[in-house]
């Protein structure tokens, strides 16, 4: 048994399905019952727990061979590192009452780092933690999701004008599709244990992009010129807290400022291996674009 905690998401419901689609047994963890029927039509048990509530997390993993777990940025959190903390307690704790053979955490790209670089030092806690347990750990540090471009895309098409906080703009990075990770996730949990008690694996796409390569991918997409353009540091804070708390701001902020340095946020040199995924930027960014 296979058990997908956050089933319902781009990279749990990836998983999830290439599992199926090899046969195997799924059960899939979610929070809202209303996003079930997705993942039942192809075949998974459904278990309902909230990430902080370790009592029902164990419950709905329990007799689980292997379990996925991903810790979900909480965005609009009054202290969003303090909920990130009580998640990660509580999945340790619930995994540890369980005891599956194999937990595969989705992490992140720069968890290795020592000093405080925003979202990604929350994910070296996150490791740290599960590091913990008594099971075969694989940590998969995913590069930033092409998806999260989506974010921004309306004010492309309105403005021609693609913000972007990674600066410069033609410097190139690490970044992957959403379900490619998932895919990546599923071909590691249908490995044979190895006789390490941990695992690490980098994921990131077929190539590394720049905010230029997103401006003409979406250039060719949309028919006309998108041209990248930095925003300015100094007007950071004032985007992000449109849709962010401004616990979740300050997280953020450290990410690109550290993103921007160059080189941080990248695979840890001389450890683990580097899985690839095959989608290209432009067939992530497509479906993204509203009908025409």
């Not at 340095?261 to 989608?279: A, C, L, N």
Request: charged share 20%; proline share 7%.
């Amino acid at each position: 048994m296979f058990a997908i905690v956050g089933a319902a998401g781009k990279v749990g419901y990836s998983t999830s399905l290439a599992l199926r689609k090899a046969g195997l047994p799924v059960r899939a963890i979610l929070r809202d019952e209303a996003k079930a029927p997705s993942l039942s039509e192809i075949g998974c048990e459904i278990a309902l727990a909230d990430l902080q509530d370790p009592a029902a997390l164990a419950r709905s993993i329990a007799d689980a061979d292997a379990v996925q777990v991903i810790l979900p940025p909480p965005l609009r959190a009054t202290d969003a590192a303090g909920e990130m903390r009580r998640s990660i307690e509580s999945l340790a704790e619930a995994l540890g009452q369980a005891r599956p053979k194999r937990v595969l955490a989705i992490s992140d790209y720069g968890a290795h780092i020592t000093e405080d670089v925003g979202m990604p030092t929350m994910f070296r806690v996150f490791e740290e933690r599960l590091g913990q347990l008594y099971a075969h750990k694989i940590f998969l540090r995913s590069a930033e999701h092409m998806e999260g471009w989506g974010l921004v895309i309306p004010v492309a098409i309105a403005s021609g004008i693609l913000p972007s906080f990674h600066d410069p703009v033609d410097m190139k990075f690490p970044t992957i599709s959403a379900p490619d990770l998932g895919l990546i996730a599923a071909d590691l949990l249908q490995q044979p244990t190895t006789g390490e008690d941990l695992q690490i694996v980098h994921a990131e796409g077929p190539h590394r992009y720049g905010a230029n390569e997103v401006a003409a991918a979406l250039s060719q997409l949309l028919g006309r010129t998108v041209e990248a353009q930095a925003v300015p540091r100094s007007q950071w804070k004032k985007s992000f807290e449109r849709a962010l708390s401004p616990s979740a701001v300050e997280l953020l902020i450290n990410l690109y400022d550290a993103h921007n340095k160059g080189g941080q946020i990248d695979i840890e040199p001389q450890r683990g291996e580097v899985r690839y995924g095959t989608t290209d930027l432009i067939d992530a960014l497509r479906p993204l674009l509203p009908p025409q």
